[in-house]
């Protein structure tokens, strides 16, 4: 049995989907013209990804009038995707706890004075 499918973005569909959300539009030579050389992906490669990406609906295409290689274009914005991502990683992290999102986040010894100050200044602009 074929094993389903995450409608979230792999590392590989991450990397095309950034190219695109760049260029607005592109074709699968352009895409794969767009991404850096290492690692770099094969041309067949970009294809099945740019089709995997249709097939999750975050991509949609047309044939241009000249018959010529399809120009594919985001059908998700960025916004849109990051945000699914959050809801992803909430619910099969955190138990749908923003709350618990926020702590972990919070509680990393990486975050630096001026991110916390930052975030500081958020939560009080979201409630004074």
Aim: proline share 5%; aromatic share 6%; net charge positive.
């Amino acid at each position: 049995m074929p094993r389903k499918r995450s409608s979230g973005l792999t590392e590989a569909e991450l990397r095309l989907m950034n190219v695109l959300w760049e260029k607005g539009r592109a074709t699968v030579a352009e895409v794969a013209e767009a991404l850096p050389k290492e690692p770099g992906l094969a041309y067949n490669t970009v294809l099945t990804i740019m089709r995997i990406l249709e097939d999750k609906g975050y991509l949609k295409h047309t044939k241009p009038k000249d018959g010529r290689a399809f120009v594919y274009r985001p059908a998700v914005s960025q916004e849109q995707a990051s945000r699914s991502a959050v809801r992803h990683l909430l619910s099969r992290f955190f138990g749908n706890s923003a709350e618990a999102l926020v702590l972990n986040i919070l509680d990393d010894k990486k975050l630096s004075e001026e991110e916390r100050q930052r975030i500081r200044n958020l939560l009080e602009e979201q409630h004074p």
